[in-house]
């Protein structure tokens, strides 16, 4: 779990200074899916995710978990912050709302 967090952070941060390097590329997160954990537990729950910025796309995946805790540490604004606190503030009763929701670079 750690060690994803670790990658996930690095990744977040290789894209915001991919960003401030060029700033005419906008950031661009869409949720692609989420997927309950095979042990039930909510804090694990995980959302896959779609980041383009330029020419370049990625996909990753979260939990709900480190969402929360992401969405309290980033503090520059961009899509990925939006899309971390949309995660982290909705109840899991609205998770299928996320799946297609696009955040843009404000």
């Not at 978990?65 to 992401?70: D, E």
């Given at each position: 779990m750690l060690d994803?967090?670790?990658?996930?952070?690095?990744?977040?941060?290789?894209?915001?200074?991919?960003?401030?390097?060029?700033?005419?590329?906008?950031?661009?997160?869409t949720i692609t899916a989420h997927h309950p954990a095979a042990s039930g537990d909510a804090d694990q729950h995980s959302f896959t995710f779609r980041v383009?910025?330029?020419?370049?796309?990625?996909?990753?995946?979260?939990s709900v978990?480190?969402?929360?805790?992401?969405a309290q540490e980033l503090a520059d604004r961009t899509a990925l912050d939006a899309m971390m606190r949309?995660?982290?503030a909705a109840p899991a009763a609205d998770y299928d709302t996320l799946v297609g929701t696009r955040y843009a670079d404000t």
């Open positions: 994803h967090a670790h990658r996930l952070a690095a990744l977040v941060q290789s894209m915001l200074k991919e960003r401030k390097a060029s700033l005419s590329a906008t950031m661009n997160v383009r910025q330029g020419r370049r796309s990625v996909t990753q995946t979260v978990r480190t969402a929360r805790v992401l949309a995660i982290a």
